[in-house]
C-alpha cells in the first residue's frame, strides 16, 4: 500500500482498546511511528466537544495511571463550560445503583426539572433493562431514543408469547411466535398449511395442531406433516400446558 506514495493514515485512541480480544494493540500506534520514523506526522486530538469541563477533568484523572510513564500523554482540553460538579456515589450493587439514580431523578423532578430534561446513560445493556424495570415500578415517564427497550426484546417476546397462549390457546399469533422458539425445525410450509387448514375450518392454530398431534395424524390439506414438526407441536403444547398450570397455581 505505501510502497510508491508511503501515503496512510491511522486512526485510533490508544487510551483505550475496546476490541483487544480481537487482536487490536494500541501498541501498534508506537510501532507505526517506529515503522515510519521522519515521515510519520501525528496528529493529537485533544478537544472535547461532548462533555463539560468538570467530567474531562474527572476523566482525565481516572486514566492518568495509564500514562504516568508515557512521554506521549495527552492532556484533554474541554471545549465546554465547567458545568456542574461531578457526584461519585457507591454503591453495593447494581440495584442499589438504579434506585439511587432514580431517587435523585425524583428530587430534581419535585424541584421543577421535567423528566424529558433528565438522561441516564449506562454502560450495559444489562443496567438499562434494571432501570427500566424499577422506573415502571415507581412510574417514571422515560424513553429509549436509541435501542431497544425491554419490553420489544425478542427474549421478552417469546415469554409474552408462552404466557398469552397459557390463558388463550386460541391466539395465533402467540402461537405463530412460539411454536418455532427456540428452534424446532418447523418449517414455514408447515405453519403455512396449518394457517391455511385453520382459516378453512375456522379454527385456533393450536386446536389445529393438537388435532395433528393427538388425532390422526393427518388433516385435510395438510401437507407437510413430518414426524419430527409433529414432535415439535406436541412440545409447543406441553410448553403451553406448563405456562397455564403456573399461571393457575399464582392464582
Same mark, same amino acid.
Given at each position: ?8 493514515? +491511522? ?30 506526522? +501525528? ?6 466537544? #461532548? ?12 486514566? =492518568? ?13 474541554? $471545549?465546554?463550560? !465547567? ?10 450493587? !447494581?440495584?442499589?445503583? %438504579? ?13 421543577? %426539572? !421535567? ?10 445493556? %444489562?443496567? /438499562? ?5 424499577? $422506573? =415502571?415500578? =415507581? ?16 427474549? %421478552? ?5 408462552? $404466557? ?9 399469533? !402467540?402461537? +405463530? ?10 418449517? =414455514?410450509? /408447515?405453519?403455512?398449511?396449518?394457517? #391455511? ?12 395442531? #393438537? ?6 395424524? /393427518? ?21 403451553? $400446558? ?10
Amino acid at each position: 500500500m505505501t510502497a510508491s506514495s508511503r501515503r496512510l493514515t +491511522v486512526v485510533g485512541d490508544d487510551a483505550q482498546s475496546i476490541y483487544a480480544f480481537r487482536g487490536a494493540n494500541v501498541g501498534n500506534f508506537g510501532l507505526f511511528t517506529n515503522h515510519y520514523g521522519r515521515d510519520a506526522v +501525528v496528529v493529537e486530538l485533544q478537544q472535547n466537544y #461532548r462533555s463539560s469541563g468538570n467530567i474531562v477533568v474527572v476523566a482525565s484523572h481516572l486514566i =492518568k495511571p495509564n500514562y504516568d510513564n508515557d512521554p506521549t500523554r495527552k492532556n484533554m482540553i474541554a $471545549m465546554k463550560d !465547567a458545568g456542574h460538579p461531578v457526584r461519585l456515589l457507591m454503591t453495593e450493587d !447494581a440495584s442499589g445503583e %438504579v434506585n439511587t439514580v432514580l431517587q435523585a431523578i425524583q428530587q430534581l423532578n419535585q424541584q421543577g %426539572v !421535567a423528566f424529558s430534561d433528565i438522561a441516564v446513560l449506562t454502560r450495559t445493556r %444489562v443496567i /438499562a433493562a434494571e432501570f427500566e424495570l424499577e $422506573m =415502571k415500578r =415507581k412510574q417514571i415517564p422515560y424513553a429509549f431514543p436509541s435501542g431497544t427497550g425491554l419490553k420489544d426484546r425478542h427474549e %421478552v417476546h417469546t415469554l409474552l408469547a408462552y $404466557m398469552t397462549l397459557a390463558l388463550d390457546d386460541s391466539h395465533d399469533e !402467540a402461537f +405463530v411466535i412460539a411454536c418455532n422458539v427456540p428452534q424446532r425445525n418447523i418449517t =414455514k410450509p /408447515a405453519v403455512t398449511s396449518l394457517t #391455511r387448514y385453520a382459516s378453512t375450518h375456522r379454527i385456533s392454530l393450536m386446536t389445529c395442531a #393438537r388435532s395433528l398431534v393427538f388425532g390422526s395424524g /393427518a388433516l385435510d390439506g395438510w401437507n407437510s406433516g413430518s414426524a419430527r414438526e409433529l414432535a415439535a407441536l406436541r412440545y409447543v403444547d406441553s410448553i403451553s $400446558m406448563s405456562c397455564s398450570l403456573i399461571c393457575q397455581v399464582h392464582n
